[in-house]
């Protein structure tokens, strides 16, 4: 089954530097891979996709690598600000509809704090 | 509204008690998904709804596990003789693909039932 691990539980950064999450997973490379933002006691919250054939896709100060050699994505938030402070969840989706299954599998997510 | 709701956002039940969870997705949604977090975990699938059949509920962790959706529309998650383990926050998703031409699934949550097993 595919195994999806995010590192290091939490990540402190200081305000204004890059930060950078990442994404490593096992067995298949899926067709998309997301990243969703969550908040305390709120559900995710869909940021970026990128597609298996994408090397690189980004908006505004987000930018999400996928290398399916490595068989792993990087989340990057440029001058990274307070309230950018989430658990940032990376999760890979099959897409389509195969065969009557559809499931978007998530990692277990980082926990970034962004020091002012 | 116009995004997912699920109700009620917070249960508290007695050990061997039987709850149900409810999920509203967003119209015209054919998918939807049930997930349960447990405190600092990631996301545990549950199951997976297209229309109102449920092709993959892989994720259900016992038979005290049931889900059904309705209409197309409204789901709900029934625990029967819940237990401690079993307390966790319970999110639904829902999203607009799931057909043969779909792309991608973008998740669209709802706030999550916050269920507390004494």
């Known amino acids: 089954s595919q195994k999806i691990e995010q590192n290091s539980e939490a990540l402190n950064i200081q305000e204004g530097k890059t930060a950078t999450l990442t994404c490593n997973y096992t067995n298949y490379s899926p067709a998309y891979l997301q990243w969703y933002r969550q908040d305390p006691g709120r559900g995710p919250v869909f940021l970026l996709l990128?597609?298996?054939?994408?090397k690189e896709k980004r908006k505004e100060r987000l930018k999400v690598t996928f290398d399916t050699t490595l068989k792993q994505s990087l989340f990057h938030i440029t001058a990274s600000q307070p309230a950018d402070s989430a658990t940032y969840l990376c999760?890979?989706?099959?897409?389509?509809?195969?065969?009557?299954?559809?499931?978007?599998?998530f990692g277990t997510g980082t926990k970034l704090q962004v020091i002012p | 509204g116009a995004g997912v709701s699920q109700s009620p956002s917070n249960k508290v039940t007695e050990k061997g008690k039987d709850v149900e969870l409810r999920c509203d997705p967003i119209s015209g949604h054919t998918a939807l998904y049930w997930y349960r977090q447990s405190l600092g975990q990631g996301l545990e699938f549950l199951i997976y709804?297209?229309?109102?059949?449920?092709?993959?509920k892989s994720g259900l962790p016992s038979d005290r596990f049931s889900a059904e959706r309705t209409g197309g529309s409204v789901s709900t998650l029934t625990i029967q003789r819940t237990q401690q383990e079993d307390s966790a926050v319970y999110l639904c998703?829902?999203?607009?693909?799931?057909?043969?031409?779909?792309?991608?699934?973008?998740?669209?949550f709802g706030p999550g039932t916050r269920l507390t097993v004494l």
């Open positions: 990128i597609r298996e054939n994408e």
């Open positions: 998703a829902s999203s607009q693909v799931g057909t043969a031409d779909s792309s991608y699934n973008e998740q669209f």
């Open positions: 999760a890979l989706d099959r897409g389509g509809y195969s065969g009557g299954y559809q499931k978007v599998t």
């Open positions: 709804f297209q229309g109102n059949s449920a092709p993959d």
